[in-house]
């Protein structure tokens, strides 16, 4: 019952710090792409890159901060099935361009940020 918890505190916050920083994005630079989602998605990349590698090589976490902070805050927090609903809709509104910009750029920056956040995790 305890993981419950931990986990489900993790994604209260994670889901929470989600809606901050998309409201935030969308007022910043508005919503003809979706800024947030990439934004969000980026960084959780690179954060689960850096937590991951640093409490694994350099510092060993209890099993129960990895849950919180992997399972239950970065899984609220990224947005993967809304990287998708929002590709669809951007090919269903015909901005194919759009469209394949937000794909390929979510992979690609976020495979760099995850390595970023290993390297990062290793240097420190």
């Given amino acids: 019952m305890t993981d419950y918890l931990i986990i ?6 994670g889901a929470n710090a ?5 409201g935030w994005v969308a007022k910043a630079y508005g919503s003809t792409f979706p800024y947030g989602t990439f934004l969000i998605n980026v960084t959780g990349s690179f954060v689960i890159g850096f937590f991951l590698t640093f409490v694994t090589e350099r510092f060993i976490a209890p099993p129960s901060t990895r849950s919180f902070f992997v399972v239950g805050f970065l899984g609220a927090y990224t947005t993967f099935s809304s990287y998708m609903f929002e590709a669809i809709s951007l090919i269903q509104a015909r901005a194919y361009l759009t469209a394949l910009a937000y794909l390929l750029g979510s992979v690609i920056v976020g495979l760099i940020a995850v390595a ?3 390297i990062t995790g290793r240097a420190v």
Avoid at 8 to 13: A, D, H
Avoid at 18 to 22: D, E, K, P, Q, T
């Fill in 8 to 13: 489900g505190l993790g994604g209260f916050l």
């Fill in 116 to 118: 970023a956040g290993v």
């Fill in 18 to 22: 989600r809606y901050l920083v998309g």
